[in-house]
Nanobody, 120 residues
Framework: QVQLRESGGGLVQAGGSLRLSCAASGTILSINTITWYRQGPGKQRELVARTIQGGYPIYLDSVQGRFTISRDNAKNTVYLQMNSLKPEDTGHYYC??????????????WGQGTQVIVSS
């Protein structure tokens, strides 16, 4: 069983920065694909950033150059650094991980979400 705990959201002025964290707990062998999604008010959920183990990250066009996805394998924690935030970045942010467990099983848990509010 794997649980994800997100943190780091909050209220920030436009131009500011936040770093979201997504910590995975459980009998984890490896974290392969990391994806961050967001859902703004009245909008559909959209993919913000994704990275595959050993590959190059991809970003939503509107966040390219401002957001950076990263990981700390020793801590089983992944991050989304968000700089130069804009009001349109407001929303709930969710992490979704592709995880291989020590048992060899595969699981794709979701974080509980963390709210980001960017004021103008």
């Amino acid at each position: 069983q794997v649980q994800l705990r997100e943190s780091g959201g909050g209220l920030v002025q436009a131009g500011g920065s936040l770093r979201l964290s997504c910590a995975a707990s459980g009998t984890i062998l490896s974290i392969n694909t990391i994806t961050w999604y967001r859902q703004g008010p009245g909008k559909q959920r959209e993919l913000v950033a994704r990275t595959i183990q050993g590959g190059y990250p991809i970003y939503l066009d509107s966040v390219q150059g401002r957001f950076t996805i990263s990981r700390d394998n020793a801590k089983n924690t992944v991050y989304l650094q968000m700089n130069s935030l804009k009001p349109e970045d407001t929303g709930h942010y969710y992490c979704n991980l592709d995880i291989i467990l020590s048992s060899g099983r595969y699981t794709t848990p979701w974080g509980q979400g963390t709210q980001v509010i960017v004021s103008s």
